[in-house]
T-cell receptor, first 110, second 116 residues
C-alpha cells in the first residue's frame, strides 16, 4: 500500500528523554494506528485513534489524532532502553486496505 | 487479546521448492492479509482476503498464491521459491472498517523465509 510520510526517520536519545514523532497524509483518515516493531518480530499495536482531536494514552505513550484528520503524533515520555525499536503509523483506506508510515527507528542510549 | 499465529517463525528453503506459510486468527475477523517486509521498502501487500474463498491481489502478487478455505485461516503459497523471495512475511487480520467496527489491524509474529 501507499506509504504515509513519517518523521523523523531515526532518533538517538538519552534514557529519560521524551520522544516525539509524527505522520502526515494527503488523504483524510478516520482511524490512525500506531505500532512498535522489535527486530525479527511482528508489529504490535500500541494505540488506535478514532476521532479528530482525540488524545489517547497507553502508559508512557500518548498519541493524538490531528484536527485536519491528515496527521497524527506519537509521544513517548521518559524513555527507557526497552523502547528501542521501529515505530510506524498506519491508517485504513478504501475500507479494506491500509497505508503505512515509513517508520521511525528509535535508539535509546543508557 | 487478539491472536494472529503464523505457523513458522524461520524457514530455509531451496530454489524451486514449494513453500506454505500458514496463518490463523482467533478474532473472527473477515479480513486477512499477507505482507512482505524488506529493508527500505516497508510493508508491501501481497494478497488480501475479505471472506472465505475470496481473495484480491495486492501490490506484489507475482510468484505467490493464497488460499482461504476457513474464516480463521489464510495461507500463502510460493509455488516455486526463488532467491528474491527471501524476506520477512507478515500475516495480519482485521474487521472491515464500518459502523461498530474499529478497523484495527493485528499482525502475527512474522515468518522469516530464506531461499537458497
Amino acid at each position: 500500500g501507499q506509504q504515509l510520510n513519517q518523521s523523523p526517520q531515526s532518533m538517538f536519545i538519552q534514557e529519560g528523554e521524551d520522544v516525539s514523532m509524527n505522520c502526515t497524509s494527503s488523504s483524510i483518515f478516520n482511524t490512525w494506528l500506531w505500532y512498535k516493531q522489535d527486530p525479527g518480530e511482528g508489529p504490535v499495536l500500541l494505540i488506535a485513534l478514532y476521532k479528530a482531536g482525540e488524545l489517547t494514552s497507553n502508559g508512557r505513550l500518548t498519541a493524538q489524532f490531528g484536527i485536519t484528520r491528515k496527521d497524527s503524533f506519537l509521544n513517548i515520555s521518559a524513555s527507557i532502553p526497552s523502547d528501542v525499536g521501529i515505530y510506524f503509523c498506519a491508517g485504513p483506506y478504501t475500507g479494506n486496505q491500509f497505508y503505512f508510515g515509513t517508520g521511525t527507528s528509535l535508539t535509546v542510549i543508557p | 487479546d487478539v491472536k494472529v499465529t503464523q505457523s513458522s517463525r524461520y524457514l530455509v528453503k531451496r530454489t524451486g521448492e514449494k513453500v506454505f506459510l500458514e496463518c490463523v486468527q482467533d478474532m473472527d475477523h473477515e479480513n486477512m492479509f499477507w505482507y512482505r517486509q524488506d529493508p527500505g521498502l516497508g510493508l508491501r501487500l501481497i494478497y488480501f482476503s475479505y471472506d472465505v474463498k475470496m481473495k484480491e491481489k495486492g501490490d506484489i502478487p507475482e510468484g505467490y498464491s493464497v488460499s482461504r478455505e476457513k474464516k480463521e485461516r489464510f495461507s500463502l503459497i510460493l509455488e516455486s521459491a526463488s532467491t528474491n523471495q527471501t524476506s520477512m512475511y507478515l500475516c495480519a487480520s482485521s474487521f472491515p472498517p464500518g459502523q461498530g467496527r474499529t478497523g484495527e489491524l493485528f499482525f502475527g509474529e512474522g515468518s522469516r523465509l530464506t531461499v537458497l
